[in-house]
């Protein structure tokens, strides 16, 4: 008997309930919600982003793993779908505007503290007034001092409960010791989070700076993080660089 998989798509009526979690899955994997490689948020995840139980979205991903679409490691299940690995795409640079090869003359400084962050990164963020939270800066200039770069970063409740190598920095953010988290984005996607960011470019009124603020959240609308750099306009040039998904046949 030849086996049936999500690709048949029989009548919705008469598709159990898991079959129906499988197929919605497997859609977010065509689009690349969750790109090829990527590890997939975990089974209670999961299971409050369908809304059904835990037990649904485990047959579900059996049906992906019997199809080939998910396999499971010691990592977790990560979809298996044609496409560049996480691995070999282009990783985006945290902060925003961090010098991916600064001259090595350069001023380039990171700390972390643990405070209550400006206010429009507790409304952006969904923090209550007044409560403290992991804050990241960071600094960047050219030998002469040209080129001046600083960002500060407020992370989410989310994130530092979700993410396991921010939530480490708590203990030792005094200000003083050096943090470079180059890697933020790469441990939020390791945690089972896919990032969608916004970022607003504005000028600075009677300055030639202009500020870029970015806000990240994942595949779940949640705040991740929110990043207000500031970058001299007539000195230095941001680029951004993007990688689009590949196409799923």
Known sequence: MARTTPHDRPHPDERPLYWRVATELLGELRDGTIPPGERLPGERQLAEHFGV?????????????????????????????????????????????????ADPRAVDRATVTWETPPPEHAAALGLAPHRPTLMHRYESASADGRGLRRAVTSFSAVALSEVEELARYRDRADGTASAQLRRAYDWMRRAGLTLHHRDAITRLPDTPS?????LVHDQYERPLEVTDLVVDAQRDTLVYEFTLPAAVG
């Open 210 to 214: 202009v500020r870029v603020t970015r």
């Open 53 to 101: 139980s835990r037990e649904t979205v485990r047959q579900a991903l059996e049906v992906l793993r019997r199809d080939g679409l998910v396999a499971t490691d010691r990592r977790g299940s990560h979809a298996t779908l044609p496409g560049p690995p996480v691995e070999h795409v282009t990783s985006s640079a945290f902060p925003v505007g961090a010098r991916r090869a």
